[in-house]
């Protein structure tokens, strides 16, 4: 069988066109990813900025001022130079759990901003479940947490990896029973419906004032996830060093510092778009030129996408103004509120959100 040589040609060209298309659907694919990441890191390195320059208004002194304009670059040259530290590890320690416990939490809490919807038809993943693979995915960080306290052979350390489970799934139920309230009144669990829901019935229609004690409970609850004062037991310094992060040092101890902002972030972005509608603004005379320019398709995604910033970052503010305003409680004290009181107000919230429903059909 004679096989002509133009024919062999045509073959390996169409194998190649065929490998250059699989190429270019996979880096398609990876774009949206990077964008994000590059979006995520932008924002926590503002997070940090501003956390600096408001706890220096609170406390009456010079925040951060001479790395760049404003000294926003600060938290640039404070990560360029962890990352360049030297990673020290703890000769009897368990070197494997020791250096796998901050990647775990931090690609743990990135996962979960693919469900976000940033603005209209502007998000990465629209799960059917994106709300429950928020909570699956943010439960596995704290089991970072204590790899990395039982690998560090250090007892603040491995108190601190304690700590942090205790609190974690202390005040996961609540967060979890007051997410099903929203599921139950949008009769979704995705994160785009749950928006579109709110948006149907204008400013009045937010689920912050269809679930008041519900939103009390869920900024109350991510505020212990997040472990920020006055729910730091974690890493609380006064008793335990440091906690987990005693025996870190270099990018490893950066990551956990990049991690607790993103969970922070995170945490701001669900609390808008559970509760204050995401993207959509609806607040009088303030919302027409907003409108205005969404039905003439000018900007569309970046209106949006300023409109979901702009809530988030107020909540951010409310973050940070209570760590440097509240004093931190006690362990008792803490598990005590998780326990006793915010898991069974989320409980009555559940039930009284699921009789209305039953009595509306």
Do not use: H
């Not at 001022?65 to 360049?84: C, M, R, S, V, W």
């Not at 909570?135 to 990395?148: D, K, N, R, T």
Request: charged residues 15%.
């Amino acid at each position: 069988m004679i096989i002509d040589t133009t024919e062999v040609q045509d073959i390996n060209s169409f194998s190649g066109l065929e490998s250059f298309k699989e190429v270019y659907g996979i880096l398609w694919i990876l774009v949206p990813i990077l964008i994000l990441v590059l979006g995520i890191t932008i924002s926590v390195l503002a997070i940090v900025w501003l956390e600096r320059e408001i706890s220096a208004g609170i406390q009456q002194r010079i925040g951060p001022e001479y790395a760049g304009p404003f000294g926003i670059l600060q938290a640039l040259a404070d990560g360029t130079k962890l990352l360049f530290k030297e990673n020290l590890i703890p000769s009897r320690g368990d070197i494997r759990l020791f250096s796998i416990g901050p990647s775990i939490s931090v690609i743990s809490i990135l996962i979960s901003y693919s469900v976000i919807p940033f603005g209209y038809n502007f998000v990465l993943s629209d799960f059917n479940i994106g709300v429950f693979l928020w909570i699956a995915v943010s439960s596995i960080a704290p089991i970072g947490l204590l790899m990395s306290g039982y690998g560090s052979n250090n007892k603040y350390s491995f108190l601190g990896g304690l700590r942090a489970a205790a609190q974690s799934i202390s005040y996961e139920i609540p967060l979890t029973l007051c997410v099903l309230s929203i599921s139950l009144l949008s009769n979704s669990l995705s994160t785009v419906d749950i928006v579109d829901a709110q948006s149907k019935y204008g400013f009045w229609g937010w689920n912050l004032w269809r679930q008041p004690m519900g939103f009390i409970v869920f900024l109350i609850s991510s505020l212990a996830e997040c472990e920020r004062l006055p729910f730091d037991l974690p890493e609380a310094e006064e008793e335990l060093v440091a906690g987990y992060q005693t025996e870190y040092s270099g990018i490893r101890f950066g990551l956990f510092y990049v991690a607790s902002y993103l969970n922070l972030f995170i945490s701001s972005l669900f609390v808008t778009v559970l509760y204050l509608g995401g993207s959509n603004i609806s607040i009088p005379y303030i919302s027409e030129f907003f409108e205005i320019n969404k039905r003439y398709g000018v900007f569309r995604t970046t209106i949006d996408l300023f409109i979901t910033l702009a809530k988030t970052y107020f909540f951010l503010f409310v973050s940070i103004i209570t760590r440097w305003s509240l004093p931190r409680l006690r362990m008792d004290q803490l598990l005590n509120l998780g326990w006793k009181f915010l898991l069974p107000i989320s409980l009555g919230n559940l039930l009284l959100t699921t009789s209305s429903q039953l009595f509306s059909l």
